[in-house]
């Protein structure tokens, strides 16, 4: 699946991690040794997150029902809890710097699809 920013047209990511049952929200990126670039986790339903037992920073977008993105947080340190946004009901983890190099912004909207739909 990849993740794109239906308001720009960019591919934010080519390979999102579904983070949809109790144990993968539960587990999301700890003690993983690293998050390649082009990588994302979507976690849902999540309204805020944390890094403890985390290994690296990462990015956050906190996004509405409808995939607006309604916050972003950059460049998260391990062992740091997310900020609460209202009106949050899912939220996209990227790799540190991501938010600045896709230019991703409050009031974009986002899209995740299968890599075929986007072919056809």
Do not use: W
């Amino acid at each position: 699946m990849e993740l794109i920013n239906l308001t720009t047209g960019a591919i934010i990511s080519d390979q999102v991690i579904p983070a949809y049952s109790f144990f993968k929200r539960l587990k999301g990126l700890m003690f993983t040794s690293s998050f390649p670039e082009g990588c994302a986790v979507h976690i849902k339903p999540c309204r805020s997150i944390h890094t403890y037992f985390m290994n690296f920073e990462i990015d956050v977008l906190y996004l509405s029902e409808s995939n607006e993105v309604i916050a972003l947080d950059r460049y998260i340190h391990p062992g740091q809890i997310g900020k609460h946004h209202e009106g949050t009901a899912s939220v996209i983890e990227l790799p540190a710097g991501t938010i600045h190099k896709t230019k991703l912004k409050k009031g974009h909207f986002v899209q995740i699809q299968n890599l075929k739909e986007r072919v056809s």
